[in-house]
């Protein structure tokens, strides 16, 4: 098992990343000074159904009195004000007496996560919580940090809090459960970690440990998970609450990227596995808008020609999509035409939380392992690089 320390004063806490590690997960939960009594568990209902169990048996060993479990719907989709709002409520029915502090333990990727957190971080005024992440993503990145937020009025993660967690857990054994597409989804995050902040992961990558997390290696999985959280943890702890603009590393890929993931989803699709078929998950739509982003940077003379061709290359590798085409591909007739999609992603990327003063943060990349931000770009360069992705 590894240990990695997140320093942030009386806000400390340890990321614990190994194999089997759910197994004794009650007496970890002990040994790391929760002495909550109840418990409060938000998941959904695949993970849930894989996982839920051993959780509940493990709690229950460590003397937890009640174990409370509440789902949340299996994807993005369901990360919204209503279902935190059905959190929030399902909370205080578990837990009416203000006495009672449950410790909320959160089962599953991003979303699960990201609105339980939030939800966790406002309860009471705020009660502990625990991450259990169980998609490569959410190993990686987001169970990390303490960023916790909803989408909400059309824009990703408007509304939210900083709050970190107690303890993350991070059992490997359980993203064996994950889809080949969600597996190559947590690979964006990483591949993102190296192009700007690590030169040796991402030769690392390069050098075919890629294709070796693929396929769930479970040496390189520890490896390269304890590296991004590692990393991860040096960028928080320099800028908890993305002041200084240090934090602003992790959002690579992330300005277009969020636009897209917002716009090519098309909710007029009424079968779910169809809808999420035709629109790019998370990280598939941060591998498209670090391309994108890539660009811009090479337009503006900040990285060369080889960088550009070498994050492309790791992109395909991991299998990971460069452009929406294969996605409209999957849309139902008419298919959204390309100056429709192009005008939403725009509009988007207008209503992001980091747009100011008329103009979008773009984090771009200037060498392996090395990046700065830009906001004056001017529109016609991001709106090439726009459609360069939309093709
Ligand atoms: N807070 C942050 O700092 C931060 C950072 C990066 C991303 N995010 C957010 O994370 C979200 C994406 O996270 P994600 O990619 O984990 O998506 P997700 O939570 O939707 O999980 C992806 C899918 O995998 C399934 N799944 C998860 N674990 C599984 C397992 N072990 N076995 C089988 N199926 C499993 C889920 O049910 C879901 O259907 C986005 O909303 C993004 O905005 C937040
Ligand atoms: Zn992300």
């Known amino acids: 098992m590894r240990r990695i320390s ?6 400390s806490y340890s990321v614990l990343v190994g194999s089997g590690l ?15 009594s109840d418990a409060f568990v938000i998941t959904n ?41 059905k959190t929030c409520a399902a909370m205080l029915a578990a837990f009416p007496d203000a006495n009672a502090v449950p410790l909320v333990l959160l089962l599953g990727g991003g979303v699960v996560g990201d609105l339980g957190g939030f939800a966790a971080a406002v309860f009471r005024r705020g009660v502990p919580f625990v991450q259990l992440p169980t998609s490569l993503l959410a190993a990686v990145d987001s169970s990390v940090g303490g960023k916790v937020a909803v989408n909400f009025g059309g824009v990703k993660n408007i509304m939210g809090a900083f709050s970190q967690p107690r303890l993350v857990v991070c ?42 997390l693929l396929a769930l290696d479970a040496d390189v999985l520890t490896d390269v998970v304890a590296q991004c959280v590692q990393l991860k943890a040096d960028v928080v702890q320099q800028d908890e609450h993305d002041k200084l603009g240090i934090r602003n590393v992790l959002n690579f ?16 699709i009424a079968n779910a596995d169809e809808r999420r078929a035709a629109a790019p998950s998370h990280g598939e739509s941060i591998a498209i808008g670090m391309i994108a982003a890539t660009h811009l ?31 409209r591909a999957k849309q139902p007739s ?10 939403r992603i725009v509009r988007a990327m207008q209503m992001d939380k980091k747009f100011r003063d008329g103009k979008n943060l773009f984090v771009l990349p200037t060498d392996v392992g090395a990046w700065a931000p830009r906001e004056n770009v001017d529109w016609a360069l991001v709106h090439e690089c726009v459609h360069g992705v939309l093709a």
């Open 6 to 11: 997140v320093e942030l004063g009386s806000r």
């Open 22 to 36: 759910l197994g004794g997960l009650g007496a970890t939960l002990r040994a790391e000074g929760l002495k909550q």
């Open 45 to 85: 209902a695949d993970v849930g159904g894989l996982y839920y169990e051993k959780v509940r048996d493990e709690l229950a060993a460590a003397g937890f009195r009640s174990v409370v479990r509440h789902d949340i719907p299996a994807s993005e989709e369901g990360k919204n004000w209503e279902e935190f709002s």
């Open 171 to 212: 059992d490997l054994d359980m993203l064996r459960t994950l889809s080949p597409r969600e597996v190559r989804s947590g690979t964006a995050e990483i591949i993102k970690y190296g192009a700007v902040c690590s030169a040796s992961l991402f030769e690392q990558l390069e050098r075919g440990d890629l294709e070796k």
């Open 253 to 268: 890929g992330h300005t277009i990227g969020h636009a897209i993931e917002l716009s090519a989803f098309n909710p007029s």
């Open 297 to 327: 940077s090479r337009l503006l003379g900040m990285v060369d020609e080889s960088f550009e061709k070498r994050l492309r290359d790791l992109i395909v590798r991991a299998k990971l999509p460069t452009s929406l085409s294969d996605f």
């Open 334 to 343: 008419p298919i959204p035409d390309h100056a429709d999609l192009f005008d």
